[in-house]
């Protein structure tokens, strides 16, 4: 009976310590607002950019009537060419749904805008992805160009390199030579990928600030850390659409 005692004391011990072993592999902070940005991307057929962007503007507003647009550009450099990048916003995965499900006997956009630009497109790809909790969607002062950077991280999430990126994308923000529009971070697509949306002028302005940056102490070293949890990278020059939201 006291070996059967002292093994149920074991049990219950372990039951009460579980959730304080569990919370150490929590992967970053908790998201708790459900609002989450869809970053779409489309690679279009060579010579169709001018054509794709025309159809687009004529009829975007019968696809924003469903949802809200963030943000559409085409790629200036940077990568494969003929390529737009958009970003769109849902309350939640049923709103989502919602969504979709009223376009889908929506008529009239698929007439007027689906039919007209999909024999442009080679091929799509997008990313269900959450603002980084210390990050929230800004507006830029005017109209400009805007340069997105994108970061293929190690495994673990937020809670292994949130800190460190965070010393590095602030640092950068405290140089003041580019507007800071939003970080996101994915849910679904590639894990542990991560957006920055930054905002700048004009792409000289970007060039002399990032010139300027490279011999800040205090962003070298805050980028020596933040490497180390670096896979790879990539970026590239955006150009708003005439109906982006995002000028």
């Not at 150490?24 to 869809?38: L, V």
């Not at 792409?203 to 102490?217: I, L, M, N, T, V």
């Not at 070293?221 to 109906?243: G, K």
Request: charge should be positive; aromatic fraction near 12%; charged fraction near 25%.
């Amino acid at each position: 009976m006291l070996a059967l005692r002292s093994g149920l004391t074991r049990i219950l011990a372990a039951r009460t310590l579980a959730p304080q072993v569990c919370s150490s592999f929590a992967t970053g902070p908790r998201q708790y607002d459900g609002t989450f940005y869809e970053c779409r991307t489309y690679y279009l057929k060579p010579s169709k950019m001018n054509e794709f962007l025309e159809n687009v503007k004529k009829n975007i507003h019968l696809r924003t009537t469903h949802s809200e647009l963030v943000g559409f550009w085409s790629v200036e450099f940077g990568g494969r060419v003929n390529k737009v990048f958009h970003i769109w916003k849902y309350d939640n995965f049923a709103h989502r749904t919602e969504v979709w499900k009223a376009l889908a006997k929506d008529k009239e956009w698929q007439e007027q805008l689906i039919i007209s630009i999909w024999p442009l497109i080679e091929e799509q790809e997008f990313d269900i992805t959450y603002l980084i909790p210390w990050c929230k969607l800004e507006k830029p002062p005017k109209e400009g160009v805007y340069e997105l950077a994108i970061f293929q991280m190690k495994p673990g999430g937020p809670a292994l390199w949130g800190d460190a990126f965070k010393r590095a994308i602030n640092a950068h923000v405290n140089l003041g030579y580019a507007k800071l529009v939003g970080v996101f971070h994915t849910e679904y697509g590639e894990l542990n990928r991560v957006y920055v949306l930054w905002w700048n002028e004009s792409a000289d302005s970007r060039a002399a600030g990032r010139h300027q940056s490279h011999e800040d102490p205090r962003v070298v070293a805050a980028v020596r850390e933040s490497v180390n949890y670096l896979v790879s990278q990539q970026n590239m020059l955006l150009i708003p659409a005439p109906f982006s939201p995002l000028k």
